[in-house]
């Protein structure tokens, strides 16, 4: 059981959009920076989005994050079939002195 | 451009022990926090480990806690995750990653088995 909740699968169809949530608590969420992390099976995690809304140089526009509260949101506009992959969030959490992980969703590009 | 190499995985035995290194490049390793990441096949990031730029502090997942070891030599960009008594629910894909984390490595492979 992961300490950020996400759902566990979304999907959408080429051109649309999709959001992606991310539930935590005051320890994590509510006080820390959030990061965003896409998983192409079978290859390393890629930086997508950190310090809850910037992008890394190279990560297009498309790609968008939030925070509100104690929850994040990873938005994908314009979705491509290349969109397909993994999506965790994660972000320190200070009762545990820890990193700690959403337990990942499964985007679909219908 | 930033590059994070793993090396040191393989099978082992419930018990024994293993000790990853991640060789990084590109950037100035000594001002930089680095983690250790594992992934279990099939399933989810599992934090494993944090360790700050000049070594004085160190963090473990409690899954962790008590076996494993982090640690980093700044002279040679490198960082290390010693594990001992090793399980079968160690098995996984385990990266090392820099900083917020941001850049990760392709990762290595530990197989614990008999």
């Known amino acids: 059981q992961s300490v950020l909740t996400q759902p566990p699968s979304v999907s959408a169809a080429p051109g649309q959009k999709v959001t992606i949530s991310c539930s935590g608590s005051?320890?994590?969420?509510?006080?820390?920076?959030v990061s965003w992390y896409q998983q192409v099976p079978g290859t390393a995690p890629k930086l997508l989005v950190y310090?809850?809304?910037d992008r890394p140089s190279g990560i297009p526009g498309r790609f968008s994050g939030s925070r509100s509260g104690t929850s994040a949101t990873l938005g994908i506009t314009g979705l491509q079939t290349g969109d397909e992959a993994d999506y965790y969030c994660?972000?320190?959490?200070?009762?545990?002195?820890?990193?700690?992980f959403g337990g990942g969703t499964k985007l679909t590009v219908l | 451009q930033v590059q994070l190499v793993e090396s040191g995985g393989g099978v082992v035995q419930p018990g024994r022990s293993l000790r990853l290194s991640c060789a990084a490049s590109?950037?100035?390793?000594?001002?930089?926090?680095m983690h250790w990441v594992r992934q279990a096949p099939g399933k989810g990031l599992e934090w494993v480990a944090v360790?700050?730029?000049?070594?004085?502090?160190?963090y473990y997942a409690d899954s962790v806690k008590g076996r494993f070891t982090i640690s980093r030599d700044n002279s040679k960009n490198t960082v290390y995750l010693q594990m001992n008594s090793l399980r079968a629910e160690d098995t996984a894909i385990y990266y090392c990653?820099?900083?917020?984390?941001?850049?990760w490595g392709q990762g290595t492979l530990v197989t614990v088995s008999s």
């Open positions: 990653a820099k900083g917020g984390p941001d850049y």
């Open positions: 590109g950037f100035t390793f000594s001002s930089y926090g």
């Open positions: 360790i700050s730029y000049d070594g004085s502090n160190k």
């Open positions: 005051s320890s994590n969420i509510g006080n820390h920076y």
């Open positions: 310090d809850n809304n």
């Open positions: 994660g972000t320190w959490d200070s009762s545990l002195s820890a990193v700690v």
